[in-house]
């Protein structure tokens, strides 16, 4: 079973917590307070598997809650390596929007 976890400070309220970035429903929504400069995920898939392509949904309250960049990294077994670097995005004002 796959599983997210969030090792960045600060802290998430009740039924948003990282676990909720592999929830499908557009009903739920990860969110951290209190945090620095960035929000770390690391997503365990449980099983070795090839990543064709991967999405975000938009919050669905606040637009600046939503990221504008990110690293989206794989774990080799020796080492993290970036296989995708995305900066200064402009994320839609639709909320619950699909990003891919």
């Known amino acids: 079973r ?6 960045s400070t600060g802290w998430s309220p009740d039924g948003c917590e990282a676990q909720r ?3 499908p ?6 969110i951290r307070f209190d945090w620095n400069y960035q ?9 070795v ?13 606040r637009i600046n809650r939503d990221p504008t960049g990110w690293e989206f ?3 080799n077994n020796e080492e993290w390596v970036t296989v ?7 994320v839609e004002n639709k ?4 990003m891919s």
């Open 39 to 47: 929000v770390d995920i690391t997503i365990d898939l449980g099983r």
């Open 25 to 30: 429903s557009s009903a739920t929504q990860f």
């Open 73 to 75: 990294q794989v774990y």
């Open 21 to 23: 970035v592999l929830d």
């Open 2 to 7: 796959a599983r997210a976890t969030c090792t």
């Open 49 to 61: 598997c090839s990543i064709g392509s991967y999405g975000w949904r938009t919050g669905s309250k």
């Open 95 to 98: 909320r619950c929007a699909m």
């Open 84 to 90: 995708d670097v995305v900066e200064r995005i402009n």
